[in-house]
């Protein structure tokens, strides 16, 4: 079995660190103030606040966690129903309690109950979108109610919050479950989600429904030294072995991104019989790059001629775009243009700014242009 996983939410045995955050978490959690927290897409905010609430819950049988994945919400009535569905099943296992505790809790909207073969996953409610529109309280109260009622302690963690901006009146939709979700004693909200800009304005803005909800926390990304130990802990517990400098390359080459960090050391770590050497991570590297080409290059083939330019001189570490001289040398147009182009990169995700620091957001991506793509065409 590989020893390293990607994709999505990771179980405990491929989870690393995160131990000041899930602390962090986990008082929140306990003293009731809401949390949200905001990455790039695939730094570990699913994992990491699953960890923490289950985690939390298994020590604390009061405390209940609910996972509310908004990936695929698209309305307002859909997040209705997948609020009250997910709250039901987390707090009712058994079918029939599940099915009287929604008579007993809703008076003013009357859901449909369906129930497929295995009550435990098919299970689900449909509402009449003009019953909730009228009285959208009694779903959005739910998690306290509950609490109330079973005498636990609600965790409603939220994923994908940005969706909400798909929804066609969201700062109306928002200013509804503020008003309510503010008044909860017994229930703590943990709201996250990977479009930083679009989430800090909801949440940092003082004129939007949302502004001072609770702690706004920045994931970053996973330490180097933590990386190191669990790359050659796995390596060793498979009865591998990784030179240092292959640990080195895995990391750096990724830039420390949790999610393909594993990936390449899931590829290297296949490519070893062994010892696993710099070598072997460079094919690895290589592979990698083969297998993401086409669609490397239909990104590509999206951007316009200065973000192309950009991001050539991002590959060559360039850390001043608006000087004359590398507007010059990499013909960017002027300073205005540079902060244009620059705008439109972050808007389609394929770099993101901290502070001074301009990167790429995928590693991978990174490596294609500057091995591939760059070579390919001779540019500097
Ligand atoms: N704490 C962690 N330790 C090790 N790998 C992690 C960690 N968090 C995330 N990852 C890696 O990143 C991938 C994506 O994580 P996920 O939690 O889905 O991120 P997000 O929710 O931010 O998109 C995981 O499948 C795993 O490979
Ligand atoms: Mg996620």
Not at 289 to 299: G, I, K, M, N, Q
Request: hydrophobic share 40%; glycine share 2%.
């Amino acid at each position: 079995m590989i020893p390293f996983k990607y994709g999505k939410v990771i179980e405990s045995s491929y989870f690393v660190n995160r131990e000041k955050e899930i602390a962090f978490l986990q008082r929140n959690f306990k003293s009731k103030i809401n949390t949200v927290l905001i990455s790039p897409r695939r730094w570990g905010k699913s994992s990491l606040v699953k960890y923490a609430a289950t985690s939390l819950a298994s020590s604390d049988k009061k405390i209940v966690p609910v996972f509310i994945d908004l990936f695929n919400v698209r309305d307002e009535k859909e997040f209705y129903e997948t609020f009250s569905r997910k709250i039901l099943m987390a707090t009712y296992t058994k079918l029939e309690e599940r099915i009287n505790a929604v008579k007993l809790l809703f008076r003013l909207v009357t859901p449909k109950i369906s129930v497929g073969v295995d009550p435990n996953t098919e299970f689900s409610l449909g509402f009449d979108i003009h019953e909730i529109k009228k009285n959208p309280d009694e779903i959005l109260n739910l998690p306290e109610r509950i609490s109330k009622l079973k005498k636990i302690e609600l965790v409603i963690c939220v994923d994908e919050f940005q969706n909400i901006a798909y929804f066609s009146n969201p700062l109306a939709f928002q200013k509804k479950l503020r008003a309510q979700w503010q008044h909860h004693q017994h229930a703590v909200y943990c709201l996250y989600g990977s479009k930083r800009n679009m989430l800090a304005e909801l949440f940092e803005n003082k004129s939007m429904p949302f502004y001072k909800f609770g702690d706004v926390f920045f994931l970053q990304k996973i330490d180097t030294p933590h990386w190191q130990k669990y790359l050659l802990r796995q390596f060793k517990k498979t009865k591998k072995e990784i030179h240092a400098d292959a640990v080195e390359k895995i990391i750096t080459t990724m830039e420390n991104h949790p999610y393909f960090v594993q990936q390449l050391a899931a590829m290297s770590w296949e490519n070893t019989t062994k010892s696993c050497s710099v070598k072997i991570v460079d094919q690895s590297i290589d592979e990698l790059l083969v297998t993401h080409d086409l669609l490397f290059h239909r990104e590509t083939d999206l951007l316009s001629n200065y973000q192309i330019r950009f991001l050539r001189a991002l590959v060559n570490v360039v850390k001043q775009f608006s000087t004359a001289e590398t507007i010059r040398m990499y013909d960017l147009g002027s300073s205005a243009n540079v902060v244009r182009v620059r705008k439109a990169l972050v808007d389609k995700e394929m770099i993101d700014i901290y502070g001074k620091t301009i990167e790429f957001m995928d590693p991978l991506y990174k490596q294609w242009m500057k091995r591939v793509y760059m070579n390919r065409f001779n540019y500097i």
